[in-house]
């Protein structure tokens, strides 16, 4: 039966709204975070500030023309002038800290806002997660999303697909074996982390949970891995987006505003 240009309603409401509220929630998150970070511009490989244990730093530099933002990564440093170290104060002048304004919440020098746009939204990413996983578990749609082993065997094809070294993607349902392997990590893994982590780093929850800070290797080790798990979902973000952009975007964005997506050649409809 011929399916190309079939329209199929392919997301619900739940899963549209929670879709949006994570990008929402991430894009505040990541911007309060840096904030955040701009007050203590290191990450260290311990449990307690240890210097001889750092794996990543941001500083300036006094120079003969003034001054000079540096990266120092495992001790390995590069100049980062205007961009990391020393640079964009918000204002429109520049000024000793690690990231520019441009990029963090608010763009000036807050820390305590920081905190509170970041742990706003920290609860809004929990509920935005825990309702996407329940409601897609309740309407079924979970076999959809979630790999099983087949779809280990069914990833270098597909990935050989898209370095255009394979004519056709192997058979696949609603999401390709690629999109679920990586659909199960960020929803079970990832993001999981990213919540115990970021509930490790907050006093409040060190002070009656301590076990949860000492699993993660102290609050310094807890700050590495939140940082960590951060850069992977960004990552995961910019490879969605390429992949959003290159295939088919006003299909895919239509989808995720009305709900109907029509189905293209090699579009699969089950699990």
């Known amino acids: 039966m011929e399916t190309v240009n079939k329209p199929v309603y392919r997301h619900s409401v739940a899963a549209r709204a929670t879709h949006w509220l994570w990008f929402v929630a991430i894009l505040v998150l ?21 210097p001889a244990r750092r794996v990543l730093s941001f500083d300036a530099q006094q120079g003969p023309h003034g001054s000079i933002g540096t990266t120092t990564i495992f001790g390995h440093e590069f100049q980062t002038t205007g961009l990391f170290g020393y640079t ?6 520049q000024e000793e800290r690690a990231f520019p304004g441009w990029i963090t919440l608010p763009n000036y020098q807050d820390l305590a806002d920081g905190r509170r746009w970041h742990i706003f939204f920290a609860w ?65 893994v990832l993001v999981p982390l990213i919540i115990l982590t970021g509930l490790a780093l907050s006093p409040g929850v060190d002070a009656i949970a301590r076990p949860l800070t000492a699993v993660f290797g102290g609050r310094q080790f807890a700050r590495l891995w939140h940082f960590t798990f951060m850069a ?26 009305t709900g109907w997506y029509r189905l293209g050649k090699h579009d699969g409809v089950g699990p």
């Open 88 to 93: 964009d104060d918000g204002a429109g002048a």
């Open 232 to 257: 992977l979902l960004i990552m995961y973000f910019g490879v969605h987006m390429f992949f959003v952009i290159t295939t088919r975007p006003i299909e895919n964005l239509k989808s995720m505003i």
């Open 124 to 188: 809004v990413l929990v509920v935005a997660w825990s309702s996407y996983v329940i409601s897609a578990a309740i309407r079924g749609d979970l076999k959809d999303l979630i790999a099983r082993p087949s779809d280990f065997k069914k990833a270098l094809p597909m990935q050989l697909y898209y370095l255009k070294l394979r004519r056709d993607p192997p058979e696949h349902g609603k999401y390709n074996p690629l999109q679920k392997i990586t659909y199960t990590l960020v929803l079970f």
């Open 30 to 50: 990541v911007t309060s975070g840096l904030q955040i970070f701009n007050a203590a511009p290191y990450l260290d490989a311990s449990d307690k500030s240890n």
